[in-house]
T-cell receptor, first 116, second 113 residues
Framework: AQSVAQPEDQVNVAEGNPLTVKCTYS??????LFWYVQYPNRGLQFLLK??????LVKGSYGFEAEFNKSQTSFHLKKPSALVSDSALYFC??????????????FGRGTQLTVWP | DAGVTQSPTHLIKTRGQQVTLRCSPK?????VSWYQQALGQGPQFIFQ???????QRGNFPDRFSGHQFPNYSSELNVNALLLGDSALYLC????????????FGPGTRLTVT
């Protein structure tokens, strides 16, 4: 069965400091991995994806994520946080084969708060 | 280039009623998926439509049904509403049945009283 775990409900960081939002996954076959961000009363906005290739992927707004196959993790990172990064972040996985190919499985989300 | 649009933005219904939510995919996209996001939870897959047929279905009862039109737009219908159906309903579109890159709309907030 496919699943995603985001072990932290909340992450708090000071502006200018690096941030990490954690994600681990379980999937049949190879994973397609995604990070989305959600602002209040809004839909999901795509940040970045890992499909294949380099384990470090770069996305929108200075975010990046590192795929670690042995640890089944895909942590989201940013070298220097901004107050405007405060939002709800979702990690998602999709299997690369099988009857659920193309379906996204989401974690419960991590609320990131960046204080000035 | 219009992104994914959904209507209405908000909706309040009473238990037992029926509701229809609408979605227009991003221009050029032909596949629509629907997700339910309950308060404090991540989105959960309801079903996916491609070529006007339901192609995949998540763990949702038959009260949830859908439709896709020739112009690729889609509807989500929920019958016999329960309080637990209160959620944000998200529509996502993609190009092709097995595309991994999905674009989400702003959602419809459904409140069942």
């Amino acid at each position: 069965a496919q699943s995603v775990a985001q072990p932290e409900d909340q992450v708090n960081v000071a502006e200018g400091n690096p941030l990490t939002v954690k994600c681990t996954y379980s999937v049949s076959g190879n994973p397609y991995l995604f990070w989305y961000v959600q602002y209040p009363n809004r839909g999901l906005q795509f940040l970045l994806k890992y499909i294949t290739g380099d384990n470090l992927v770069k996305g929108s707004y200075g975010f990046e994520a590192e795929f670690n196959k042995s640890q089944t993790s895909f942590h989201l990172k940013k070298p220097s946080a901004l107050v405007s990064d405060s939002a709800l972040y979702f990690c998602a996985v999709s299997p690369d084969r099988g009857s659920t190919l193309g379906r996204l499985y989401f974690g419960r989300g991590t609320q990131l708060t960046v204080w000035p | 280039d219009a992104g994914v649009t959904q209507s209405p933005t908000h909706l309040i219904k009473t238990r037992g009623q029926q509701v229809t939510l609408r979605c227009s995919p991003k221009s050029g996209h032909d596949t629509v998926s629907w997700y339910q996001q309950a308060l404090g939870q991540g989105p959960q897959f309801i079903f996916q439509y491609y070529e006007e047929e339901e192609r995949q279905r998540g763990n949702f009862p038959d009260r949830f049904s859908g439709h896709q039109f020739p112009n690729y737009s889609s509807e989500l219908n929920v019958n016999a509403l329960l309080l637990g159906d209160s959620a944000l309903y998200l529509c996502a579109s993609s190009l092709g049945l097995f595309a991994y890159e999905q674009y989400f709309g702003p959602g419809t907030r459904l409140t069942v009283t």
